[in-house]
């Protein structure tokens, strides 16, 4: 059975510029949260269930890892896929080292953005991504 909503993607990412691009490029075919700051992130993914959520490493107040080993430290929350979204450098390690389910490096298109949540979608065998055309 195909689900009937959109998929839940929740951003964290202190940039604005960056969470108004996001918005841009996947508010037509995804439902969004999109934050600037995870001080109450446990909060916000209760009340949302993303079915992916993008951390950025690089907060004034939070560092990015800490915020996913919080995260983790959930037991209902952590096999939720995280992406690590970031500029810095060794992404693809560190993304391995704190057990996400993947990374997108920064600058990023709207099409390796899309791609990515397709890919990790099927992954965790998300159905409602059928149900969207290809853009």
């Given at each position: 059975?195909?689900?009937?909503?959109?998929?839940?993607?929740?951003?964290?990412?202190?940039?604005?510029?960056?969470?108004?691009?996001?918005?841009?490029?996947?508010?037509?075919?995804?439902?969004?949260?999109?934050?600037?700051?995870?001080?109450?992130?446990?909060?916000?993914?209760?009340?949302?269930?993303?079915?992916?959520?993008?951390?950025?490493?690089?907060?004034?107040?939070?560092?990015?890892e800490?915020?996913?080993?919080?995260?983790?430290?959930?037991?209902?929350?952590?096999?939720?896929?995280?992406?690590?979204?970031?500029?810095?450098?060794?992404?693809?390690?560190?993304?391995?080292?704190?057990?996400?389910?993947?990374?997108?490096?920064?600058?990023?298109?709207?099409?390796?953005?899309?791609?990515?949540?397709?890919?990790?979608?099927?992954?965790f065998?998300?159905?409602?991504?059928?149900?969207?055309?290809?853009?």
């Amino acid at each position: 059975m195909k689900a009937t909503t959109q998929p839940k993607i929740l951003i964290c990412d202190d940039e604005i510029d960056i969470l108004d691009l996001c918005h841009t490029i996947l508010h037509a075919r995804y439902n969004l949260v999109l934050v600037n700051q995870c001080k109450k992130i446990i909060d916000t993914i209760s009340k949302f269930t993303p079915d992916i959520i993008f951390m950025d490493l690089w907060f004034s107040e939070e560092r990015g890892e800490d915020v996913i080993a919080l995260i983790k430290n959930y037991r209902q929350f952590n096999k939720l896929p995280i992406i690590l979204f970031s500029a810095r450098e060794n992404l693809e390690e560190l993304s391995k080292e704190l057990g996400v389910s993947g990374y997108l490096n920064k600058p990023f298109t709207g099409k390796e953005l899309h791609k990515k949540i397709e890919v990790t979608l099927n992954k965790f065998n998300y159905t409602a991504i059928d149900q969207y055309p290809e853009k």
